[in-house]
T-cell receptor, first 111, second 112 residues
Framework: AQSVAQPEDQVNVAEGNPLTVKCTYSVSGNPYLFWYVQYPNRGLQFLLKYITGDNLVKGSYGFEAEFNKSQTSFHLKKPSALVSDSALYFCAVRGPGKSTFGDGTTLTVKP | DAGVIQSPRHEVTEMGQEVTLRCKPISGHDYLFWYRQTMMRGLELLIYFNNNVPIDDSGMPEDRFSAKMPNASFSTLKIQPSEPRDSAVYFC??????????FGPGTRLTVL
């Protein structure tokens, strides 16, 4: 069985500061890992993914994520947060068919 | 491509009525997913299809829920009879194999 944990329900950062949204996973075999973002009253949007290769993955809107196999983590990062980054972020692991999503982390960036 | 299309965007109905939600996946995608999102329960996978065949419906809450995919470009999620606890945002998503899922804008269902 596959699972994803997002240990923080809420992350608050000041604009211009770096941000990290944490994710750990459990899966048999090679992990296919994703980050999605959801803005209010919208569907989830793809941010970035790790399939294979370089452990540092770059995605949309300046976000990046670091795959760490030994720690089974896939934390989302951004060097300088924007107020417009405030949203709900989901980590997901994809198995042979379906994806398993974390419970989501609400990111609030304050001016 | 227009992305995943869902209709209606909003649905308000009374308890006991039948509700049908519709989804058009992205052309060429072979997987289709139906999710439900609420504040209390978060994002839940209800059912998913591969090449129009239902693969896993273990997330369907009860027999009042049913889903069909008669062809590669159309799927429905039906609730009959509807209950107030079914009020939620229902998302459809599609993907190619095990790659990125693309979500529709959702249908906000309110059952009075």
């Amino acid at each position: 069985a596959q699972s994803v944990a997002q240990p923080e329900d809420q992350v608050n950062v000041a604009e211009g500061n770096p941000l990290t949204v944490k994710c750990t996973y459990s899966v048999s075999g090679n992990p296919y890992l994703f980050w999605y973002v959801q803005y209010p009253n919208r569907g989830l949007q793809f941010l970035l993914k790790y399939i294979t290769g370089d452990n540092l993955v770059k995605g949309s809107y300046g976000f990046e994520a670091e795959f760490n196999k030994s720690q089974t983590s896939f934390h989302l990062k951004k060097p300088s947060a924007l107020v417009s980054d405030s949203a709900l972020y989901f980590c997901a692991v994809r198995g042979p068919g379906k994806s398993t999503f974390g419970d989501g982390t609400t990111l609030t960036v304050k001016p | 491509d227009a992305g995943v299309i869902q209709s209606p965007r909003h649905e308000v109905t009374e308890m006991g009525q039948e509700v049908t939600l519709r989804c058009k996946p992205i052309s060429g995608h072979d997987y289709l997913f139906w999710y439900r999102q609420t504040m209390m329960r978060g994002l839940e996978l209800l059912i998913y299809f591969n090449n129009n065949v239902p693969i896993d419906d273990s997330g369907m809450p009860e027999d009042r829920f049913s889903a069909k995919m008669p062809n590669a470009s159309f799927s429905t999620l039906k609730i009959q009879p509807s209950e107030p606890r079914d009020s939620a945002v229902y998302f459809c998503a599609s993907s190619i194999h095990t790659d990125t899922q693309y979500f529709g804008p959702g249908t906000r269902l309110t059952v009075l």
